[in-house]
């Protein structure tokens, strides 16, 4: 039966709406006349106002807009001779988002903290009815996070869970048109506590949980990374790992479900933390010395360091990006070359006890020292040498490094963050949650400097006013054997909300060969388009070319 779309004028307002609506009541101006046709069902909507011919914003090489790599928050890349953006693995300092999330594993939240302004912004229980004890923290190249909860007393809140680093990542889980979330430091309010019981959490940035207590067993999770890789959906970081401590075990999840797609045994080895480097493996150091390796592209093919090969200071463990990996525990850090399985061993003078442990864009190690404060160590060379000892009080568990190159060191003792300049010393600090025992790459620096080469490149088109109609993209990229480009779009009236605005994912290149130009389907007029290109290597001697983009837009002509 053939639907008939039903037009009702509104007398005191003068409006008349259309039946069925297309998405929602739709006021047709002129009355029925106003109203046409969108599909053979008899759904209707506004008539549009005529649109004028197609319009080409375009940028790079020969045009009016040469490409600008530092621009819009990119990051990673930066123009060859010809003016084209290709990758610079050296250089993604300054320009990622400054945001150093710390777990407080006394109080069973996870603080999100401004690493320039040296403020909390936000905070967030970590699992429902909270007391799980949440401790390894990993940021995704998209800037997401995942803890891993202890759960220690109670091993059955044994889980890992997601917050969304942005907004735009961010649910609308109760279609009210806005994100519920807690921004603010202090204490989680009352509105925002995950209660006992209630499947999601009532923060909407919170995005998944997943168990991984294996009913009334303790697995104890205390590793979690993610990783360098590209999902089909565009996602920066398609895999996360956790380990499981008690089940000797290393748990890959679906980075954008949270859903375990495979356990993986690593016995002897106890996982305590983890690592990715260069060449996508997981690196795991056990707390007694023994170590694991897992070739992710080789069938997950386990190798295990025992014996004379175990690290002589097993507790944290980091990467740099030749492929070394850093051990810092008891009184020493540890170089390991991973093609000969040999350690280079450093005792550090008056050390306590080393625990976290950080590279920096310039091969300086950085290790917290539990009852001192953070050592200093330069890698650069040959052999590491001892540099100095920064005095920050004691407590002091996990290290890290944020995106304008100052490591951080967390007490647990003083439930702090301290900041320290890499060159003055100078100290800054900021109060987080209680009892912060968190380790693992809480900035995301890490995986961005030892991980396969990845680089951002952000180019922003603006239309014809508030009533542009974005309608195509077009670009040339050459992605050689061993590279990949992932291409999003997100539009917005203003440039401000462009950092709110979700993102849609456009093409994968390999395996995608798109058809240009790409159509898009930007919900309603925006007046401004942000397009993104995501540039992945697997080798540092490779790089995907970006010689052009351009936008093609419509203005309406009523």
Request: charged residues 20%.
């Amino acid at each position: 039966m053939h639907r008939m779309a039903v037009c009702l004028v509104g007398l005191s307002l003068g409006l008349t709406t259309c039946n069925p609506p297309l998405e929602g009541s739709l006021a047709c101006p002129g009355g029925a006349q106003d109203c046409e046709p969108t599909s053979s069902d008899g759904s209707v909507r506004p008539k549009q106002p005529p649109a004028g011919p197609e319009r080409i914003e375009r940028a790079g090489p020969g045009s009016r807009t040469p490409f600008d790599p530092s621009a819009d928050g990119s990051s990673g890349v930066k123009l060859d001779p010809g003016g084209n953006v290709v990758l610079d693995p050296g250089h993604f300092m300054g320009h990622n988002t400054p945001i150093i999330w710390v777990a407080n594993s006394a109080e069973g939240t996870i603080s999100k903290v401004d690493s320039r302004n040296m403020k909390e912004v936000a905070r967030y229980v970590t699992f429902p009815g909270g007391g799980a004890d949440p401790s390894r923290t990993s940021v995704s190249l998209d800037g997401d996070v995942v803890v891993a909860n202890r759960a220690r007393p109670d091993g059955h809140k044994a889980s890992a869970v997601k917050i969304a680093g942005s907004k735009a990542a961010c649910v609308d889980r109760n279609r009210n048109g806005r994100i519920d979330t807690f921004e603010g430091e202090g204490p989680v309010p009352p509105q925002f506590q995950w209660a006992a019981g209630q499947r999601e959490s009532p923060d909407e940035c919170v995005l998944w949980l997943t168990d991984l207590s294996e009913g009334a067993t303790s697995t104890l999770p205390r590793a979690a990374g993610f990783d360098a890789t590209v999902g089909d959906n565009g996602m920066l970081s398609a895999k996360v790992y956790i380990g499981l401590y008690n089940k000797r075990q290393l748990v890959r999840l679906n980075a954008r479900t949270g859903a375990i797609e495979k356990r993986i045994d690593v016995s002897p080895v106890h996982p305590y933390g983890l690592v990715i480097d260069r060449d996508g493996n997981v690196w795991i150091v056990d707390i007694g010395g023994p170590m694991a390796k897992v070739d992710v592209r080789n069938g997950d093919r386990v190798t295990t360091l025992t014996g004379d090969k175990e690290t002589p200071c097993p507790y944290g463990i980091a990467a740099d990006p030749k492929g070394f990996i850093y051990t810092a525990g008891r009184n020493c850090i540890a170089r390991l070359n991973p093609m000969t399985l040999t350690w280079e061993r450093l005792n550090v003078p008056n050390a306590s006890s080393l625990r976290g442990v950080a590279v920096d864009q310039n091969y300086g190690v950085w290790a917290a020292d539990t009852n001192r404060g953070m050592v200093h160590v330069d890698a650069s060379a040959a052999t590491m040498v001892y540099k100095n000892l920064i005095s920050v009080g004691g407590g002091n568990v996990g290290a890290a490094i944020d995106f304008d190159g100052f490591p951080w060191v967390i007490s647990q003792g003083q439930s702090r963050a301290f900041k320290i300049h890499p060159g003055t010393y100078q100290v800054q600090s900021v109060a987080v949650g209680n009892g912060p025992y968190t380790y693992s790459d809480m900035t995301g620096f890490q995986l961005r400097n030892a991980a396969a080469p990845t680089g951002l490149f952000r180019q922003t088109f603006s239309g014809c006013g508030g009533n542009t109609q974005w309608v195509t993209l077009d670009f040339k990229v050459t992605a050689p054997s061993g590279t990949q480009v992932v291409v999003r779009v997100r539009a917005a009236q203003t440039r401000a909300d462009l950092a709110a605005a979700p993102w849609t994912h456009l093409a994968s290149i390999p395996p995608d060969m798109p058809s240009l130009p790409l159509p898009l389907r930007i919900s309603g007029p925006q007046e401004y388009l942000q397009v993104e290109f995501a540039l992945r290597s697997s080798d540092s001697q490779l790089t995907p070319i970006l010689s052009s983009v351009s936008a093609g837009y419509n203005c309406p002509l009523g």
